[in-house]
């Protein structure tokens, strides 16, 4: 039993090293910034809000409607889910080179919606 607990430490020190690396990929950053700046936006929280309070209402009214439009063209939703997408796609690799190692049978979903479309009209 000794043996396979020093099995999993030394597996938890590597997925410990895998995540600082993941932390430290630009996209990470760029991640964290994203959201930080999506979070810190009061208006576009008290928006969300509104609109998460009147879900029911969204197709029916059209001021619901206008308001999803306007977080969905908003540039810090934006900005967060292309980030959030980018940071997604190398969990998705990292999480494959895993499963694979373990198994060739084990199918991963890496429900990525942004992957092939390379990001319209992407910002940089």
């Known amino acids: 039993m000794l043996h396979l607990d020093e099995k999993l ?5 590597e997925i410990e090293k895998l995540v600082d ?6 996209q990470a ?3 964290c910034q994203a959201r930080e700046e999506f979070l810190s ?4 929280q008290a928006d969300l809000q509104t609109l998460n309070e ?3 209402f969204i197709d029916s009214r059209t001021e619901f409607k206008d308001l999803k439009k306007r977080i969905n063209m908003n540039p810090k939703v934006y900005a967060f889910r292309l980030a959030e997408n980018d940071l997604q796609e190398i969990l998705s690799g990292e999480t494959s080179v895993i499963v694979s190692s373990v198994s060739e049978h084990i199918n991963i979903d890496e429900n990525l919606p942004l992957k092939g479309g390379h990001h ?5």
């Open 41 to 44: 936006d009061f208006d576009l």
């Open 120 to 124: 319209h009209h992407r910002r940089n």
């Open 21 to 26: 690396n993941i932390l430290k990929t630009k």
């Open 29 to 31: 950053q760029a991640y």
């Open 54 to 56: 009147n879900l029911n």
């Open 9 to 13: 430490l030394a597996i938890d020190d």
